[in-house]
């Protein structure tokens, strides 16, 4: 089975539904809602399909985030979420279909790309014999950046892991480690933030905190795609975005 593509746009002060669009096949039929007709089209994604060995989790999806829009990924476990985030990311690139990133193709400049969007899984991605320090520094050099003590000192301040800098990643709490993949968010400065399952290991005070992140993000231009169990609390428009077994 394959998924269908259900987006509802939501006002977010009354949670009202003010829009639909549905993609299933090659069928599309789209309702913009007046709050994003202002922002220019940021992240566009143009039939894109995937498949898992010989089953397809969805096909001739497309869709449109704007500047300044939270997308949440909804639907059941196995349906494509976590692929579909990783589609975007570049992590698969054997999966078909066209993304265009302000206005362009993202195979015309992937490295540019690259600097402005980052991926974090539910997995932390951390190796535990290295520090905190390291590990952000480590991560970093991956995509080209040298990360200063200053970069590092405001992220982990941001995350609440101020001092941690020379702890090993194998002292921490899974809730520690959490943070200190979240801190990735302030030492990149990405546009795009596509985030597996945030909210995994927080406590109730991080996830007041994580979701004021993200908030802040969006209000200052920038875009998240997300998938999350948990019940979001934002006080800024919310597009869920989901993907329905056919």
Known sequence: MKARLVTLFLNHKKNDCIGLQCCHKTELRVVQPFIFLWSRPVLELQNLEAWRDDRCLY????????????????????????????QIAGLNR????????????????????????????????????????????CLSACRGN??????????LGRVGLSGYDDVP??????????????ARLFTESPVLWLLDEPFTAIDQGGVAELEGWL????????????TTHH???????????ELIPA
């Open 59 to 86: 096909q001739a999806l497309s869709l449109t985030l704007h500047s300044g829009q939270v997308g949440q990924i909804l639907g059941p476990n196995g349906v494509g979420k976590t692929t579909l985030l990783k």
């Open 94 to 137: 054997s999966m078909t279909g066209n993304i265009r990133w302000q206005a362009e193709a993202v195979s015309d400049d992937t490295q540019r790309f690259q600097r402005e969007v980052l991926f974090l899984g539910h997995l932390s991605g951390l190796t535990s014999a290295l520090t905190v320090a390291e590990n952000l520094q």
């Open 146 to 155: 040298k990360l200063e003590t200053e970069q590092l000192d405001f992220a």
């Open 169 to 182: 990643v194998a002292q921490l709490s899974a809730g520690q480690k959490r943070r200190v993949a979240l």
């Open 215 to 226: 908030a802040d993000h969006v209000e200052q231009g920038g875009i998240v795609l997300l």
């Open 231 to 241: 019940r979001l609390q934002l006080r800024c428009p919310i597009t869920p975005i």
